[in-house]
């Protein structure tokens, strides 16, 4: 049973387009460094909805040692510090994944 | 390029372990009746990190139409009313997905 990590972010005053991008570009780097990531999606809201937060992150991991693979890797943890000073508002959680055949 | 809704609910005190069952069920039959749906993937939080929501949803589409059939359908809609009665929070987002190739 694999695992799928998702958060959701809404930003803070603090946030620019140009903040966000540094945490784009930072996030699109991890599925390159971190083997555990079997797949990784993220990105902005899509603005298509009312009271949607504004940026969103899913994760799929084979198992509980690959979620903190991810959760302690140092790139992780380099995006992360971009992510906590924009945040508003952080929303998560951890479910199951049927298993890819 | 497709799109993921993410809805994640954090469930108040009337929500049973019966209840969040009748809900499971309800979505599970979801992918078999809405052919918009790419993917699908819901369930309770497992409980490995603190201050996570209780339930989460990810629904792929192709495009905001698929979307819109997502949203209104009526079985969609009727596990909407089982879910709406047990919500203390909400939270979603909708990000783009890459193709699968």
Do not use: C
Not at 16 to 28: F, G, N, Q, S
Not at 36 to 47: C, I, K, S, V
Not at 86 to 94: E, I, T
Request: charged share 30%.
């Amino acid at each position: 049973m694999a695992i799928r990590h998702i958060a959701l972010f809404r930003w803070n005053g603090e946030a620019t387009p140009e903040k966000v991008d540094r945490i784009r570009d930072a996030l699109a780097r991890l599925p390159g460094r971190i083997p555990e990531l079997r797949a990784y999606t993220f990105g902005p809201d899509l603005g298509i909805s009312e009271g949607t937060y504004d940026f969103g992150v899913a994760a799929d991991v084979d198992d509980e040692a690959g979620l903190e693979a991810y959760r302690d890797h140092p790139d992780h943890q380099a995006a992360l510090a971009l992510i906590r000073p924009l945040l508003a508002d952080r929303a998560s959680v951890q479910i199951a994944v049927p298993d890819r055949g």
